[in-house]
């Protein structure tokens, strides 16, 4: 079965949809007053650029089946993943009139991408039992 062959490709890619979705999304009449907590937006972006960053490794070592070093993986991921939180923000800041870009979601999806890359890095540096090469 394909998708067993290419499970972080298709999580990743779902993944990426789901935050493209939810950053363009309206909110509109959904009542989120109710739910006070400080920075939790920024909270909220962290996680989805932390987890983008790891299915983002995971997806290049799943394609290269680890032949790709784990520091150039770790760094393409975030590299990708940090741009993408920043088209994001821009297509929010330019495109919508119901959302705006804000440098600090831009610092708190970057933050994420950097911590998921070095967990990542971390994982696989050789002293877990988790291999980088298959």
């Given at each position: 079965m394909v998708f067993k062959q290419y499970v972080f490709t298709s999580g990743f890619i779902c993944w990426?949809?789901?935050?493209?979705i939810l950053s363009l999304y309206s909110f509109e009449g959904f009542d989120t007053q109710k739910i006070s907590i400080p920075h939790l937006d920024k909270l909220v972006?962290?996680?989805f650029y932390f987890i983008a960053a790891i299915l983002g490794?995971?997806?290049i070592k799943e394609r290269t089946k680890g032949q790709f070093n784990l520091l150039g993986t770790v760094i393409i991921?975030?590299?990708?993943?940090i741009i993408?939180?920043?088209?994001?923000?821009?297509?929010q800041n330019t495109f919508t009139n119901?959302?705006?870009g804000?440098?600090?979601?831009?610092?708190?999806?970057?933050?994420?991408?950097?911590?998921g890359g070095g967990i990542i890095f971390i994982l696989f540096l050789g002293k877990t039992p988790l291999k980088w090469k298959d």
């Open positions: 990426m949809l789901l935050i493209t972006h962290f996680v490794s995971m997806l991921s975030m590299v990708v993943v993408y939180g920043i088209v994001i923000e821009v297509i119901y959302r705006s804000d440098l600090y979601d831009v610092l708190a999806n970057s933050l994420g991408a950097f911590f």
